[in-house]
């Protein structure tokens, strides 16, 4: 059984019910890369709000699976703590609040959600020791942890944070919307390379971009092309080569309809 589930998911705004998901049919498990590539506006970021619970997007029709459980009407720290983690294509600050107290916050609240046995806050000595350890494998430079998160950082400083949350938070599904944007490509290979260090056993990847290059460095498995809403072809990692050269119009709607 797939960790992670979508069964006919459609999705349409809070506000006025536009449509924008059309009935999307994807499995992921663990140790997996799945890359969602499409054009801009083609609701790819929508897909990642709504499997993260966001309440500006309303499910109308299917089922999010994760883990078996049904978490289609869960809030979203509901679903955080069953170990899902949504990558923002736009961080945004938090003034007042360091990356380190937000981390720490942030571990603690999994802990006490998740009822395992370790309600107790952790301690300072434990989570400083993980933090160092985190930052140094991802290239995080030791100054940012007392900075307020995300204020005044610079879009590739965003992004490592982004990853160091996940280090940190350790998920079981993360979701990646559109990490590569804002990014230059040196900032583009320590981002990349640390999301891949992070995948295995314990955690799978769904990938949203609508360029190739960061899936130089994460490898997908799987390449799914997402264009008006829905999956409109699946692959393997030519896929993702094939769209980087020919672009998406083999696949928008004209297209299909002239073809058809």
């Known amino acids: 059984m797939a960790l992670l589930e979508l069964q006919n998911l459609h999705v349409a705004l809070a506000e006025d019910g536009t449509e924008i998901v059309k009935g999307v049919d ?3 498990s663990a140790n997996e890369v799945h890359a969602v590539m499409g054009p801009n506006g083609s609701g790819k970021s929508t ?27 869960m809030g979203a720290d509901e679903r955080a703590a069953r170990g899902l983690f949504l990558a923002f294509q736009y961080p945004h600050a938090i003034p ?27 301690k300072i000595p434990e989570f400083r020791k993980d933090l160092m350890a985190a930052m140094e494998q991802l290239k995080v430079p030791r100054e940012l942890a007392s900075r307020y998160l995300n ?8 992004k490592r944070v982004e990853i160091l949350q996940m280090a940190m938070l350790k998920p079981r599904i993360a979701v990646l919307d559109e990490t590569d944007s804002g990014l230059d490509i040196d900032a583009l290979k320590i981002v990349a390379n640390g999301v891949q260090s992070l995948i295995g056993p314990a955690m799978g990847a769904l990938v949203i971009t609508h360029y190739q290059r960061i899936l130089n460095y994460i490898e997908p498995d799987f390449v799914h092309v997402f264009v008006d809403g829905r999956i409109v072809e699946e692959g393997g990692p030519e896929l993702a080569h094939k769209l980087e050269a020919e672009g998406y119009e083999a696949f928008t709607p004209a297209t299909v309809g002239e073809e058809s």
């Open 26 to 28: 994807l499995a992921v």
């Open 47 to 73: 897909l990642a709000y709504a499997l993260m619970g966001h309440p500006g997007y309303e499910i109308t029709e299917g089922k999010i699976l994760f883990g078996g459980e049904d978490v289609t009407e």
């Open 96 to 122: 007042g609040v360091t990356v380190t107290t937000f981390l720490r916050a942030a571990i603690n609240a999994l802990r006490k959600a998740r009822n395992d046995g370790v309600d107790d806050p952790i």
């Open 151 to 158: 204020e005044g950082f610079s879009g590739g400083e965003k």
